[in-house]
């Protein structure tokens, strides 16, 4: 068996999820479809298991590997089956009818026919993964069922910032693991900003040699009310960035590389001061910023936000750049390449005889239309590659370079109106709940994060075709992403906590047709099978809260508050008398009755203990029969 599969293989055992009460059979995303007959195949060591797809053998052996650590056997191979055999078949006979990425699963008491060509095939295996009873079911009985499953986007992505922080290359291929098993089939990958630079480029070498690293780090909020004063630093090599590619595409994943231009730029500016406006200026450092090493000289950023000294649009940056970006072409083959354009001041701009006498010479009206002229200078050169940019939607301001692609994040606004110009749209408006360094809900136990509220309720709400768009621009919304910033996200540990459970939402909204949500079913039937799963694995995820729990106050007197446990094989634990529950508190096991007499308040706290022994938030709920009381007088 290829040894990249059995490592997958290695990272998915147990994920297997099976709930066959679920109507939707555990499977996240949900599938257009699923019709049910009558009867099932049980899965024993008798089937064999026929490739007869053009492209199908590594997913074979990736069902055939997932097979053997799930129920102990290996299947036999075999290029046929014969009529009475019971077989499992890979077939990409009749995958030319099925959407792009599309795929039919068909079970039937003798036969398991997986339909599907390349990512198609790959998907109908992860949908089959998730449908298997888990290890140790005594008889593995699959229902009889059809399934009918394609993409509702095309794009469907998740941004990791590893500029504010480095993740490790182990890390970012257990990531790519998961998002295959989510079909989530896009990773952009944000390499470059103010603190730090981290794609090895041959022709620069203090690209790497000083914008990989940084003197120390603000402790807490900006300013920042201290110093961490250790050295974070860290590069992909080109090797390295390749071999992800690699990783990634073999589980149908395309990398998208972000360049940032012409802002957050700090980085590239410490290492080639050349590239600002004002070369001899020292970067700029508030007083109140605790700093690390000196504050002369251009410097890589300490702190976060958005700096003035961005890159100067002169021949020699435009040089450097289109020299960066061939290297970038070179190594990931995807069609976009990610140019940033977001958080550029223009007050250096504003500032530079340079820019101004540019400005002139090129008639342009103001700095919004320089940037614009800078980032079509960048776009010709990537189309002249044969890709394409995309941006985040700053690069509207001054008028949209041709080809470009619009990544809307300051909500809706960005991707409307580039729809509106027939330009395509990847939504990710962090003001629903696609930014997945916001915090999951607002007890007080949430670590520190960079602000914003964004539980996974609010992605899994969230439709990213926006209603005012006419039928034709709305093709233009090519998918949906979900970003995460690191600067408060130190460790792959707290990745994973920001990321799980919301790239499942993600994974639903980006993949389902709206009219298959059901935030119900997906709450309450799959979700805590698969949270159990990583859990299980050993992934940090964010324990959700109970179920059914309100963090809005409630008024009454007489309360039956009714919870769900929201993971597989977890607890939920509660108290009444202001203290923090933990194991030695009440165990939940039916309804709580509360009676709270008249003027008087309780507090329900809350927390869930998952399997492994990982624990929600507390959670808080006033119980409050705090109405006057009303003397009998009064009433006459
Ligand atoms: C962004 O969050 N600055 C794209």
Redesign the pocket.
Known sequence: MNKVFSTFIGLLISTSVLAQSDPNLGIIPVPVSITKSSGSFTLDKTAILVNQSIDGAKSADLLNAFIVSNAGFALREAKVAQPSQKSIVLTSVGADKLSAEGYNIIVTPNQIKLVGKGAGLFYAVQSFMQMMPAKGTAAISIPAVTINDYPRFSYRGTMLDVSRHYFPISFIKKYIDQLAYYKINTFHWHLTDDQGWRLEIKKYPKLTAVASSRNGTIIGHYPGNGNYLTEVKGFYTQDEAKEIVRYASERFITVVPEIELPGHASAAIAAYPELSCFPDRDTFINDKTPWSGSRKGKQVQQTWGVFDDIFVPSENTFTFLNNVLDEVIAIFPSKYIHIGG??APKTYWKESPFCQALMKQKGLKDEHELQSYFIQTIEKHVNSKGRSIIG?DEILEGGLAPNATVMS?RGEDGGIAAAQQNHEVIMTP?SMGL?IDHKQSNSPDEPVTIGGYAPYQKIYAYDPIPKVLTAEQRKYIKGVQA?M?SEYIKTPEKAENHAFPRLLALSEIAWSPVERKDLKNFTEERLPTHLAQLDKKGWNLWVPTPIGQSEKPLSGGDFTIDLKVPIKGGKIYYSLDESRPSESAFLYTKPISVKVPQGEKRTLKTIVIAPSGKRSVTTETILDNGAPVVKAEAKK
């Open positions: 977001d958080e985040w994040w962090g930014y970003n910033w």
